[in-house]
């Protein structure tokens, strides 16, 4: 049949469809996050290690012409960020959050320079898988396009939330953020667990920015992130530091930041500046109902600099 | 980069601060003693601001192409900036062309340069030329070494319209647009009279964004456009990059807009409404160095050169190209106007009347602030 417009059913469908197309990046940058975290350390220079790997991925893809060699790319100068971060903060007396400032432009200012030569070549882009070849509406079969790497971040936070319960390595690493102390009576060195953690959260949150510029919206260019990597790390503190509670809120953030423009496709045309608020109207409604005067965060890992 | 040109405000300020507080006793003194630097030389530096990446396929690579077609000429330096944001920062950018690279001549090209930002410094560097792409420059409101210059490109998507309205099937053709500020919503309804002028049940829905780029907000508009049945999609943001590439995966066809994207979707590309502002940028330019008045309010279309549209796609068929050329030679040959009474607006109010007609340079439709009947959109 020939595309027609399937009414306000498209309201539910985009923000479905724009859960799963827009939530990605949100999932790598706070899973990564939240393995940085609950290590004990805060790195807010994620959004530049976003950016810099979207960069890096397009450079990469475009260059060899294979995108999941850009993935890659974009993983190893992820995890060079983040182990720069590490090292610099094992030094004594150095402020976590003020060196993830800097590493955030540091990120954005040399992903901004060396993306120069890539912003007019097309990379070839990531698979997606058709789940909606069974449907004969092609509204339906778009939205359920769903991108390889939604079901790897899906399968990242189930695996997250079992392995900080249930191995060594998630012992490890709540131990060390929890209580140095504790953590080096135990015989580790803090110091190291959170720059290994760092890297890897560094590692996760490129992967976030190669599927903005190798698949949705699938180009590289300055403006690609507009602050997705700075809103995926508060939502860390918002889903509590939990794998699942990510990718939930993450999922949240992807389905509300679709909702203005389908609104406007169906005829709903005022207002859409207060549409477009509605994922931080969200997060604002949310915190409130879910604060307590009597307890601090639940969930916190003790060493957090912000809970210290 | 960022951080070298960072670190040239600094300089600037602090160069501006000595040579402020020196030249200002100087020129109390003998006022015309003192010349600017390049007025000392023969050469004619001129400065041009961008918003965005200057190679973004769109608005602002258009306007890098006008740069780069006065750099070829004799007895000219160009010294630009990109990604300078619509804030105080581009007034440290215009003072450091100014005090540091020497240029008389300055083009901050984007929208919201103008007020305060390029009339502040124009009121402080009264020799100084500036010319601002857009704005709306009116005689003794705003100083006499300011002006304006823009395109008709109105007729551009006029004629991108008629293009849509012969591929359209679905009879509902899409617009994503940035802000609903008058030349978008002009582009909007001209788009839409266009494809009107093929059959009159089509229909357009619009979608603004809120923003100039906004990469997957623009992603989402074009999927939720196409999602509604709209099977030409069209926009005016800064770069059509993403909305060009994710509309013609989606399988719409696609008119463009500032710059040639057919590159982007050789197949479903029918044609685009394109700026040419290097002949508009020699213009000024060879005035200058004749030493003549530059123009405060300088404007053109198709006709004049200051806008062209890219060659037509192999999708557009023989009818739809005969249309097409034909209300192409019918603008060239001047008077041409999109909007001939009578039309309504989308709330049913009459905005053209009967027998009323709009040509292109009318100043009514720089201060357009509606949408045509058959825009599916509000402009709040």
């Known amino acids: 049949m020939e595309a027609t417009g399937i009414g306000v059913w498209g309201v539910p469908l985009a923000i479905f469809a724009g859960a799963v197309r827009v939530s990605t990046p949100f999932i790598f940058v706070s899973l990564g996050e939240a393995i940085t975290e609950r290590s004990g350390r805060i790195n807010l220079g994620l959004e530049g290690t976003l950016v810099f790997g979207a960069m890096t991925a397009y450079g990469v893809a475009v260059m060899t012409l294979s995108p999941w060699l850009g993935v890659l790319a974009a993983m190893a100068v992820g995890a060079c960020l983040g182990l720069l971060h590490g090292f610099i903060c094992k030094f004594p007396k150095v402020n976590d959050i003020a060196i993830g400032i800097a590493m955030m432009q540091f990120g954005l200012g040399l992903a901004f320079f060396l993306g120069k030569p890539f912003i007019q070549p097309a990379a070839p882009k990531l698979p997606a898988i058709a789940f909606g070849a069974w449907s004969n509406l092609p509204q339906i079969q778009a939205a359920l396009n769903i991108n390889v790497l939604f079901l790897i971040g899906a399968a990242l936070a189930l695996l997250l939330w079992w392995a900080f319960r249930n191995t060594r390595v998630g012992l490890i690493l709540r131990v060390v953020g929890d209580s140095s102390d504790a953590a080096r009576a135990m015989g580790l060195n803090p110091d190291t667990v959170r720059l290994l953690a760092t890297a890897a959260g560094g590692a996760l949150a490129a992967i976030g920015g190669a599927y903005l510029s190798l698949y949705y919206p699938g180009s590289w260019n300055e403006g690609i992130s507009s602050g997705q990597g700075l809103m995926a790390v508060a939502l860390v503190i918002f889903a509590r530091w939990n794998p699942i509670g990510c990718f939930l809120a993450a999922l949240l953030f992807g389905g509300a930041g679709a909702l203005g423009p389908a609104l406007q496709s169906v005829g709903v045309t005022k207002g859409y500046y207060l549409f477009y608020a509605a994922p931080y109207v969200l997060t604002l409604v949310i915190m409130v109902a879910t604060s307590s005067p009597t307890r601090s965060l639940a969930g916190a890992p003790g060493a957090l600099s912000i809970t210290k | ?380």
């Open chain 2, 1 to 380: 980069m960022t951080k070298l040109l960072h670190a040239s405000h600094a300089i600037s300020r602090r160069a501006f601060l000595q040579s402020s507080a020196a030249g200002a006793a100087v020129a109390s003194l003998a006022p015309g003693l003192l010349l600017s630097p390049a007025a000392a030389q023969s050469v004619l530096t001129v400065g041009f601001i961008y918003v965005g990446p200057k190679d973004d396929y769109g608005y602002n690579q258009a306007h890098a192409e006008g740069a780069a077609a006065i750099k070829a000429l004799a007895g000219v330096t160009v010294v630009e900036e990109e990604n300078v944001p619509e804030a105080i920062d581009v007034q440290k950018t215009m003072e450091s062309m100014i005090n540091l690279d020497g240029a008389t001549l300055v083009f901050p090209t984007s929208f919201g340069y103008f007020d305060p930002h390029m009339l502040e410094m124009a009121k402080k560097y009264p020799d100084i030329q500036f010319r601002h792409c857009g704005g709306l420059w009116q005689e003794g409101k705003h100083p006499g070494n300011t002006g304006s210059y823009f395109g008709y490109i109105g007729q551009g998507q006029y004629l991108n319209g008629i293009a849509a309205g012969y591929a359209t099937k679905s009879k509902k053709i899409g617009f994503v647009a940035a802000k609903p500020i008058p030349q978008v919503l002009q582009n909007i309804n001209s788009f839409l009279l266009g494809a009107r002028s093929v059959d009159p049940a089509i229909t357009c829905q619009v979608i603004f964004t809120g923003e100039w780029s906004l990469a997957v907000k623009e992603a989402e508009a074009t999927n939720a456009l196409v999602d509604q049945g709209a099977d030409v999609i069209t926009c005016h943001v800064d770069s059509p990059k993403v909305v060009v590439e994710t509309g013609a995966d989606r399988g719409a066809f696609i008119c463009g807009y500032h710059a040639n994207q057919s590159p982007l979707a050789p197949e479903k590309y029918l044609t685009g409404a394109e700026w040419a502002w290097g002949n508009v940028y020699t213009d000024f330019v060879k005035k200058a160095q004749a030493g003549e008045k530059l123009g405060n309010f300088v404007r053109g279309g198709l006709k004049e050169g200051f806008v062209k549209m890219s060659p037509l796609g192999p999708a557009v068929a023989e009818e739809a190209r005969k249309k097409f050329e034909a209300t192409l030679a019918e603008i060239m040959a001047g008077g041409f106007s999109v909007f001939k009474g009578s039309i309504k607006d989308n709330k049913g109010k009459v905005v053209v009347a009967e027998g009323q007609s709009f040509a292109e340079d009318a100043i009514e439709l720089e201060s357009m602030d509606y949408l045509v009947e058959g825009v599916v959109g509000s402009t709040a």
